[in-house]
């Protein structure tokens, strides 16, 4: 997803597109979807797998998703859904099948069409692929989003979905030239699509807090300024002038759809973005410390500590050996 020029940041009056900006924050990048289909009463469970937010939708027939934390949520053909955080969860037929190892299902025959008792009748066809997101804003959105939500096939935009999953169809049928790539780019375009569906039809019911927020159109502009320039001293009194509220309505709305009161969140995203770059790059402590906004490198290193469990030093060094231990 690519940034918008920093000319256009600050234009008085300049549009922004809420959803585009949240994409490029999160920096999506897809895995190429499994496809799989069954027959009969089947049932699978995964306790492993995805690290951020798994998307999958049902080409034909129709079964049961359970996630971890979350009730069972029926899906027909045509509905899409979402399932967050890594959570482990069950898919089935039925609620009554006791459920086997999914994994041991999928081994060796991923990436290819992946077949579980196909001959028993009542064939359920299902495509599902993993979302990743930068480390650094993946927490923003998880957070708060709930284990599984469906977007149904009678839901706003389902007629723009519809098309999408039938290519998404074809292509994980067989092995045309270029299909992996096709497959990613189809599942990109469907998350996409179904964050759409959320913001239409959702009514903000169905948005985790930071998504709405960044979406809302007082909050919305805090948030874009927090990013845009974090290392500048906002006060809340600015940030509530900008929003075009007052100071105690903006602290009490902020909280409520962020989760966090406006300076906590600005320190957050500080440590955050800091943590992107020292992940990403050989600079100085110093040199990050002071693009933040902090005055002293001790300054910096205690707020990073106190928020991640390591010192920018520990962080990086980490980060070089694989071990992604921090709380960031």
């Known amino acids: 997803m690519t940034q918008r020029p920093e000319c256009l940041l600050d234009r008085p009056g300049d549009h922004v597109d809420p959803l ?54 029926r899906l027909e053909t045509g509905d899409c859904y979402l399932l967050s955080s890594g959570r482990p969860y069950s898919s089935a037929s039925d609620l009554e099948t006791e459920p086997v190892d999914g994994y041991a299902v999928f081994e060796g025959a991923w990436p ?11 064939r359920t066809v299902l495509v599902g692929g993993a979302v990743l997101f930068d480390d650094t804003t993946a927490a923003l959105l998880l957070d708060h989003m709930p284990p599984c ?7 706003h935009r389902a007629q723009v979905l519809r098309p999408i999953l039938e290519l998404l169809g074809e292509e994980t049928l067989g092995d045309a030239p270029g299909a ?9 375009i469907l998350f996409v699509q179904a964050l759409r569906t959320l913001l239409v039809s959702g009514g903000g019911g169905e948005l985790p807090g930071w998504l709405r927020a960044l979406t809302d159109e007082s909050i919305g502009v805090a948030l874009a300024l927090i990013h845009r320039r974090p290392a500048r001293r906002w006060t809340v009194a600015e940030l509530a002038s900008a929003a075009g509220l007052s100071r105690s309505t903006f602290a009490l709305r902020f909280k409520t759809l962020v989760g966090l009161p406006p300076l906590d969140y600005l320190a957050r995203w500080r440590i ?18 002071a693009e933040f906004g902090y005055s002293s490198e001790s300054a910096f290193s205690n707020a990073f500590k106190r928020m991640t469990g390591h010192p920018p030093a520990r962080h990086r060094e980490l980060t070089l050996r694989g ?6």
């Open 272 to 289: 955050r973005s800091a943590a992107r770059v020292l992940r990403s790059s050989e600079r100085t402590v110093g040199s990050v410390a």
């Open 20 to 73: 585009s900006e949240v994409l490029a924050l999160l920096d999506v990048h897809v895995a190429s979807p499994s496809r799989f289909e069954a027959g009969g009463r089947w049932a699978l469970r995964f306790d492993r797998g995805y690290r951020h937010i798994k998307i999958g939708a049902v080409l034909a027939g129709g079964c049961w998703i359970i996630a971890d934390g979350a009730g069972p949520v």
């Open 323 to 328: 071990v992604h231990g921090d709380r960031v």
């Open 112 to 122: 290819e069409t992946v077949r579980y008792n196909v001959h028993a009748g009542d």
């Open 180 to 188: 992996a790539s096709m497959r990613e780019q189809l599942t990109q």
């Open 149 to 155: 939500v469906r977007i149904g096939a009678d839901s």
